[in-house]
């Protein structure tokens, strides 16, 4: 009877876990539409400015004053597109990637605590709760039961890597305490900007790009598929 009720909360919780994927898919596919979307529209009202002042200045013979009244500068307009493009998308991006990191620690303890009724966990949940790294101390929790393998936990490092980079060091390289760290998160970044360009240096900074989300919610997945073989 045991074993059947076991089963059937597996299968609930797998259904459940499945259309939260689902759900993280969606708002990610509508924040990046709506970026897409903004800088086109800038796209747009600087190539109306540009016919504008092209109009302007035939009706001048070739001549245009800039001290005139006259739209927004077309470099206001560059600049906006730039900082929409890059700016606050990556600020977007990063708050995309915090809340999914929150969604991966939070699935990890909630195996945990449910092998921890049937009496299989290797330490208590109490202790991958207060863990300084919640995935280190779950997959010491779930050794012998879930094989974390070698290609997905590096990805799920620097992630955390990364993870920790926005929220304790603000997003900037200054603010990193351990040279280690900043060293293994730049070589990171290095490795993941020649493979496919999702990612960049910015002076003390990181760009994210269109498509790191996705792949790292691909990665994030890819460990939610290792729970579901247990």
Same mark, same amino acid.
């Given at each position: 009877?045991?074993?059947? !009720?076991? $089963?059937?909360?597996?299968?609930?919780?797998?259904?459940?876990?499945?259309?939260?994927?689902?759900?993280?898919?969606?708002?990610?596919?509508?924040?990046?539409?709506?970026?897409?979307?903004?800088?086109?529209?800038?796209?747009?009202?600087?190539?109306? +400015?540009?016919?504008?002042?092209?109009?302007?200045?035939? $009706?001048?013979?070739?001549?245009?004053?800039?001290?005139?009244?006259?739209?927004?500068?077309?470099?206001?307009?560059?600049?906006?597109? $730039?900082?929409?493009?890059?700016?606050?998308?990556?600020?977007?991006?990063?708050?995309?990637?915090?809340?999914?990191?929150?969604?991966?620690?939070?699935?990890?303890?909630?195996?945990?605590?449910?092998?921890?009724?049937?009496?299989?966990?290797?330490?208590?949940?109490?202790?991958?709760?207060?863990?300084? !790294?919640?995935?280190?101390?779950?997959?010491?929790? +779930?050794?012998? $039961?879930?094989?974390?393998?070698?290609?997905?936990?590096?990805?799920?490092?620097?992630?955390?890597?990364?993870?920790?980079?926005?929220?304790?060091?603000?997003?900037?390289?200054?603010?990193?305490?351990?040279?280690?760290?900043?060293?293994?998160?730049?070589?990171?970044? !290095?490795?993941?900007?020649?493979?496919?360009?999702?990612?960049?240096?910015?002076?003390?900074?990181?760009?994210?790009?269109?498509?790191?989300?996705?792949?790292?919610?691909?990665?994030?997945?890819?460990?939610?598929?290792? +729970?579901?073989?247990?």
């Amino acid at each position: 009877m045991a074993t059947d !009720s076991s $089963q059937f909360w597996d299968n609930f919780e797998l259904e459940l876990l499945n259309e939260q994927v689902v759900l993280f898919r969606g708002y990610l596919e509508m924040m990046e539409g709506f970026l897409e979307t903004e800088v086109g529209n800038i796209r747009e009202q600087a190539t109306r +400015l540009r016919r504008l002042r092209l109009e302007k200045m035939r $009706q001048k013979g070739g001549q245009f004053d800039p001290t005139e009244d006259a739209p927004p500068d077309e470099a206001w307009l560059n600049s906006q597109e $730039q900082m929409i493009a890059s700016v606050f998308a990556s600020k977007l991006r990063e708050s995309f990637l915090i809340s999914l990191w929150a969604f991966l620690e939070a699935r990890l303890v909630e195996e945990c605590r449910y092998r921890e009724r049937w009496g299989t966990t290797k330490l208590p949940v109490a202790e991958v709760i207060q863990a300084s !790294s919640i995935i280190e101390k779950a997959k010491e929790c +779930l050794a012998g $039961q879930i094989d974390f393998g070698g290609r997905e936990l590096k990805h799920i490092k620097n992630l955390s890597l990364f993870r920790n980079f926005i929220v304790h060091a603000g997003g900037r390289f200054e603010n990193m305490k351990h040279k280690d760290k900043k060293r293994d998160l730049e070589n990171y970044v !290095s490795l993941e900007r020649k493979r496919e360009r999702t990612l960049s240096l910015s002076g003390e900074g990181i760009v994210i790009h269109k498509g790191f989300c996705e792949k790292a919610l691909d990665r994030v997945e890819a460990v939610f598929e290792l +729970l579901e073989k247990k």
